[in-house]
């Protein structure tokens, strides 16, 4: 039987079979010993792996990878000139390089944002669903279907060196009995040559074959949650991390692979392929051991608007940006700048970006500075709804500037604050959680809380209005309206700041 080759080139299709550690030849014989039932293959000189292809379609694409060789038989009728072929990249690196950061967004593509040549290619069909920032997009994995990104195209550095490894993970109905791929790069089935960063029993899981660590935690089912695989040269810590608190560590070796290559919604650390079931959005890679501060903000901090230069673009780490309606004039602020709002100006999101907020029972904060310069009515300074109509003004200011934290149990819920003075700064932390309730802070120091309840927010994703209402006064508590005077330092957070956390902010 006629084999037919092409070097230097990669199909892209639907994949059947996967190995690593062969050779060109096994690879070949498992092709022809199928029978037909498998048509091609790509074998991958750099870390001896093999993918064979099931079928064809009528049409079909190759494109250029370098160390890499297309095999086939069984061709249906159509000229390989007409192939559409794509320009290779003008570097291609077959070992791991001197990467220092990675980012993968997957919005609606498997492009590596920071141009290190990085990018993916879907095995499979790829398919999306919006972000768990409630804009852009997150890539779907259906692990029957053995969807899962290749990055072919150069070695991720993973090996000799300190790394770490964030993603953003939305699980759907994993088995307890089965391991189920974040991120993957096995060189080889042998001691520190196969790097894999899954879930196995419902809990993270992140090692170098031989020498690993589990978690302690087992992530929620249909909920976003932050995931990190954290390795430090130094110390050889090894650590998982859960929403942004370690979960699991121990002291290993470094990891040696330098030729795998890398996969995201699955891992090939055994023969059982561990294929992702669900979302996975914002990939993130660093050449270096992030601290816990750093590792808690990006699992944590939604969003923080400094205004300096009147900017509305998110200083955090998701870019979540804000919209203006009306004038947002830059004023001198308690850090930097400031943003000024009257005449019923306010700042909005196009887009319900705070999804954890319509989780009920869900832990969150929100903080900013204010300094009223108005006449005394009713002033809304956060408003939150949902795009059905739900809406609560979270932060209100009464006709003689009396502070009111409110939320919803399926009634109103409120406590009140202090009298808000005039052309002052005060800084405001509003904290809530189910065994807590609203804690409302004035100027770092814990004013008055409702004590604990469950929230009621109708399970649907949340946007919030800085500044206004947007016209909704009737929403609960029945009043509230345009804020006229300055606005700092706005930050929301997906967890529950402690007192501590709060007096740093409002003593920065």
């Known amino acids: 039987m006629k084999v037919g080759t092409i070097e230097n080139a990669a199909m892209l299709g639907v994949q059947g079979v996967f190995f690593v550690n062969g050779t060109w030849e096994e690879c070949v014989c498992n092709l022809i010993k199928s029978s037909g039932s498998l048509s091609g293959l790509n074998y991958y000189q750099a870390n001896a792996s093999c993918q064979l292809f099931s079928n064809y379609s009528s049409s079909f694409s190759i494109v250029n990878s370098s160390n890499t060789t297309f095999a086939f038989f069984n061709l249906p009728s159509i000229s390989l000139l007409t192939l559409p072929v794509t320009e290779p990249a003008t570097t291609v690196s077959t070992t791991a390089g001197n990467i220092q950061r990675a980012f993968w967004s997957f919005d609606n593509n498997t492009l590596e944002m920071y141009d290190s040549c990085l990018d993916g290619t879907v095995n499979g069909t790829a398919t999306y669903t919006t972000s768990f920032t409630g804009y852009g997009a997150a890539i779907s994995f259906n692990q029957s279907s053995y969807q899962y990104v290749s990055i072919a195209s150069g070695v991720l550095p993973l090996n000799c060196r300190s790394f770490t490894i964030e993603a953003w993970i939305y699980p759907i109905s994993l088995l307890t009995s089965s391991d189920y791929g974040i991120i993957g790069q096995c060189q080889a089935l042998t001691n520190f040559e196969c790097f894999h960063f899954i879930i196995r029993g419902n ?55 330098s030729q795998g290559q890398t996969t995201i919604g699955a891992s090939f650390h055994s023969s059982t392929h561990a294929i992702f079931n669900g979302y ?79 989780i009920d029972g869900y ?14 009515t009713t002033q809304t300074l956060v408003f939150l709804k949902t795009t059905s109509g739900w809406c609560v003004h979270t932060l209100v200011m009464t006709s003689n500037r009396q502070l009111a934290a409110n939320f919803w149990t399926g009634s109103s819920i409120s406590t009140n604050g202090s009298i808000i003075s005039l052309n002052t700064w005060t800084h405001i932390g509003y904290t809530y959680s189910t065994s807590n309730g609203i804690r409302l802070y004035i100027n770092g120091v814990q004013y008055s809380t409702t004590g604990p309840f469950m929230s009621n927010t109708h399970s649907m994703p949340m946007s919030i209005i800085l500044g206004g209402d947007a016209g909704h006064t009737v929403c609960s508590p029945g009043y509230g309206g345009a804020f006229t005077g300055a606005i700092d330092e706005f930050y929301v957070y997906r967890r529950e700041l402690n007192a501590t956390e709060i007096w740093a902010l409002a003593n920065p």
């Open 280 to 358: 996975i959005d914002n990939v993130r890679y660093e050449a270096r051991a992030k601290n816990s501060t750093e590792i808690l903000n990006d699992a944590s901090l939604s969003v923080y608007h400094s205004f300096d230069g009147g900017s509305l673009n998110d200083s955090g780490p998701n870019d979540i940006n804000g919209t203006v309606s009306g004038s947002l004039p830059i004023t001198s602020g308690r850090v930097n700048q400031a943003l000024q709002f009257a005449s019923g100006s306010y700042m909005y999101y196009q887009y319900p970006p705070f999804y954890f907020i319509g």
């Open 363 to 376: 832990p969150f904060t929100k903080a900013l500075w204010v300094k009223p310069n108005g006449t005394n």
């Open 203 to 257: 809990k993270l899981y992140c090692g170098f074959f031989g020498s690993d660590v589990a978690g302690g935690t087992s992530v929620k089912m249909n909920e976003w949650c932050h995931v990190a695989c954290v390795y430090d040269f130094a110390t050889q810590a090894q650590q998982v991390w859960l929403n942004g608190y370690v979960d699991g560590s121990h002291i290993c070796s470094p990891y040696n692979g």
